[in-house]
């Protein structure tokens, strides 16, 4: 201070905040005592360039691309937040219904409106995000199991042409119906449990 060091003694406050997990998650309902200094942390917003975008949106679709393939591991926990006392997990699957109370709290938020703005559009970008990654998964009714469908005839067709073999002719999709009748099934009774959790025991973000 003006070029000299000052020691000074702080008063701690004791101050009752929300408690998290060893994976930095909060406690549904439960908190902690700890120190307090007497300032928080700053929050506004902070313009950046197209690079940090770029790494930033990156990261964003790799984070979606680990939690699809976490999914089938959410379901149980999903299922005893619906149908049990279980508690509903801040990174818990959510559906239409769950991302439209999302969007209402975001709207009650004291914060200044150009971030209210901009977590809308996040949740929208990343609703939408979440639906392209699991429609291209190469399932059959997806998009995804037709472009697999799709590429494999391609395959077959090259390999014949380079073995000087008959054109095996287009794939048959149809005969991977029964597959697309299950996946379809899985994904319906997904959607229900989804829908019953958003509707019980909703994520809440406030």
Known sequence: RDGQEVTLQADIATNLVA????????????????????????????????????????????????????????????????FGDGPREQDSPMGVVGAARVGGEIATLDIPAS????????????????????????????DGGHIAGALWE??????????????PGPFDVAKLMPVAYVVAGVFVCFTLLVLVADVVNPIRIS
């Open 154 to 167: 391609s395959l077959r067709r090259n390999l014949a042409r380079v073995l000087r073999r008959p054109d």
């Open 19 to 82: 408690k998290k997990d060893s994976d930095g998650l909060y406690v549904e309902g439960e908190y902690v005592k700890a120190g307090f200094l007497g300032f928080s942390a700053a929050t506004g917003v902070v313009k950046q360039d197209f690079g940090d975008s770029v790494v930033w949106m990156t990261d964003r679709v790799g984070d979606a691309v680990d939690s699809l393939a976490a999914l089938p591991s959410k379901v149980p926990a999903l299922w005893d937040a619906a």
């Open 115 to 142: 971030q209210q703005m901009a977590m809308f559009v996040m949740l929208l970008a990343g609703f939408n995000l979440s639906l392209f990654l699991f429609n291209m998964l190469p399932l059959l009714p997806l």
